[in-house]
């Protein structure tokens, strides 16, 4: 079975702080993916990493920024986080062309 | 502009009581078109993937199916582990690349 696993389940963060947010997936994927989830506007794509220091930015990017050194790791940064970035995260990763597969999502409150 | 549509947003079922759930998509170019299910505060969990219309595919209770403008997830003889929000997806590109619905709550009472 493919596993992703996230660094945090729930993390609470001060407007201001770096916030680094952790995936590792186990299936040997070439595509890993950041989501952010909020009630009534979805799932919505912030970057992904189609190989090794690859990356590509999604829909929304502004206020992120991402890391992928080793190609089971992708990490999401939160340069200086703001209450509006108070969401669900959402990793994901996938061979090329094929479904996705999530990890548990990291519920983070920026206060 | 690309665009899936789930309808509705919320569907209650009695146990037994069969119902389908609706994806719309106007995108150029489908190169794939994804249901997953979605638990409360977990990551969404990977059902099917079609990719041309007239394609089906089967899981328990859960029958997926694709034409050229809409997908259905039909669901037969509901029962209560079947509650959860339902996502579709779809790909337009190499790198699967998804861009999502807003999702199907799903309640089937006992």
């Known amino acids: 079975d493919v596993k992703v696993t996230q660094s945090s389940r729930y993390l609470v963060k001060r407007t201001g702080e770096k916030v680094f947010l952790e995936c590792v997936q186990d299936m040997d994927h070439e595509n890993m993916f950041w989501y952010r989830q909020d009630p009534g506007l979805g799932l919505r794509l912030i970057y992904f990493s189609y190989d090794v220091k690859m990356k590509e930015k999604g829909d929304i990017p502004e206020g992120y920024s991402v890391s992928r050194e080793k190609k089971e790791r992708f990490s999401l940064i939160l340069e200086s986080a703001s209450t509006n970035q108070t969401s669900m995260y959402l990793c994901?990763?996938?061979?090329?062309?094929?479904?996705?597969?999530f990890g548990p999502g990291t519920r983070l409150t920026v206060t | 502009e690309d665009q899936v549509t789930q309808s509705p947003e919320a569907l209650r079922l009695q146990e037994g009581e069969s119902s389908s759930l609706n994806c719309s998509y106007t995108?150029?170019?489908?190169?794939?078109l994804f249901w997953y299910r979605q638990d409360p505060g977990k990551g969404p969990e990977f059902l099917f993937t079609?990719?041309?219309a007239g394609e089906e595919k089967e899981k328990e209770r859960l029958k997926a199916t694709l034409t050229k403008k809409e997908s259905f997830l039909h669901i037969t003889a509901p029962k209560p582990e079947d509650s959860a929000t339902y996502l579709c997806a779809a790909t337009t590109d190499s790198w699967g690349k998804l861009q999502f619905g807003a999702g199907t709550q799903v309640v089937v009472t006992p």
């Open positions: 994901a990763s996938s061979a090329t062309g094929y479904e996705q597969y």
């Open positions: 079609l990719y041309s």
């Open positions: 995108v150029s170019g489908l190169r794939g």
